[in-house]
């Protein structure tokens, strides 16, 4: 269920006031930018990510309040698709290579494990190494394979999954894990990524924020007009 905007959600209070909320409170009063906003349409946001540990991180964002992908209405997931596709051509063009999404989902606000903000966002990095199969021998996990975005809802209702990692590999195939049974630390994806670009990387977004890489890919877009 969503409401168009919730109080309290660091997103939503982004979206509804560029003065009041975590963006603007640990980065963008200090650097002296009111919006990090690349792209949004009635639907979609595109924003850089607090903890860009590389440059072109992006995240999709929902306008409206859903707690995930999984819990979007179903009119969304064709736009939601078009606009990540788009992303990829935008990214290709500009770093030269592919891209790996990724999202911490949650079904319930009272069952967030991994997942660290309660409003839907698709984690997008630039990346160019098929790593799919060795994260999953390295940490030895089930998953389940999907064919497009809205598979999330009937997966989710058969196996009766309160949270789940989605991720999207750089050949564009996507695999979900059922994080409510398997328990993953906060910001997982986020750990393994960060490590297979640099080990000197810090991936925790509360601490590391990164806003050169923001700044710079705010810079990115608006000079080469990503989303003109």
Same mark, same amino acid.
């Given at each position: 269920m969503?409401? +168009?905007?919730?109080? #309290?959600?660091? !997103?939503?209070?982004?979206i509804?006031?560029e003065?009041?909320?975590?963006? @603007?409170d640990? &980065?963008?009063?200090?650097?002296?930018?009111?919006?990090?906003?690349?792209?949004?349409?009635e639907?979609?946001?595109?924003?850089?990510?607090i903890?860009?540990?590389?440059?072109g991180?992006?995240?999709?964002?929902?306008r409206?309040?859903?707690?995930?992908?999984?819990?979007?209405?179903?009119?969304?997931?064709?736009?939601?698709e078009?606009? +990540?596709?788009?992303? #990829?051509?935008? !990214?290709?063009?500009q770093?030269?290579?592919?891209?790996?999404?990724f999202? @911490?989902?949650? &079904?319930?606000?009272e069952?967030?494990?991994?997942?660290?903000?309660?409003?839907?966002h698709l984690?997008?990095?630039?990346f160019?190494?098929n790593?799919?199969?060795?994260?999953?021998?390295?940490?030895?996990?089930?998953?389940?394979?999907i064919?497009?975005?809205?598979?999330?809802?009937?997966?989710?209702?058969?196996?009766?999954?309160?949270s789940?990692l989605?991720?999207?590999?750089?050949?564009?195939?996507r695999y979900?894990?059922d994080?409510?049974?398997n328990?993953?630390?906060?910001?997982?994806?986020?750990?393994v990524i960060?490590?297979?670009?640099?080990?000197?990387?810090?991936?925790?977004?509360?601490?590391?924020?990164y806003e050169?890489?923001?700044l710079?890919t705010?810079?990115?877009?608006?000079?080469?007009?990503?989303?003109?």
């Open positions: 969503s409401d +168009l905007q919730v109080n #309290g959600c660091t !997103l939503c209070d982004e509804r006031d003065t009041a909320n975590l963006f @603007h640990v &980065i963008g009063n200090k650097v002296g930018i009111k919006s990090r906003i690349l792209f949004q349409d639907n979609w946001i595109v924003i850089p990510a903890g860009a540990f590389t440059l991180y992006l995240l999709i964002i929902s409206a309040h859903f707690l995930s992908i999984a819990e979007l209405k179903n009119k969304l997931y064709s736009s939601f078009q606009l +990540l596709s788009k992303i #990829g051509i935008i !990214l290709n063009k770093f030269g290579g592919s891209y790996i999404a999202e @911490h989902g949650t &079904i319930t606000p069952y967030r494990l991994s997942c660290c903000v309660d409003h839907m984690h997008i990095i630039p160019a190494k790593c799919w199969q060795d994260i999953v021998q390295k940490y030895n996990f089930a998953y389940s394979e064919a497009v975005f809205s598979d999330i809802k009937s997966y989710v209702k058969t196996n009766n999954v309160k789940y989605l991720f999207q590999n750089v050949d564009q195939r979900v894990i994080s409510s049974k328990i993953f630390p906060s910001q997982f994806f986020r750990q960060s490590k297979e670009i640099n080990t000197e990387l810090k991936w925790d977004w509360r601490h590391y924020f050169d890489n923001i710079k705010i810079e990115m877009s608006r000079n080469n007009h990503w989303f003109e």
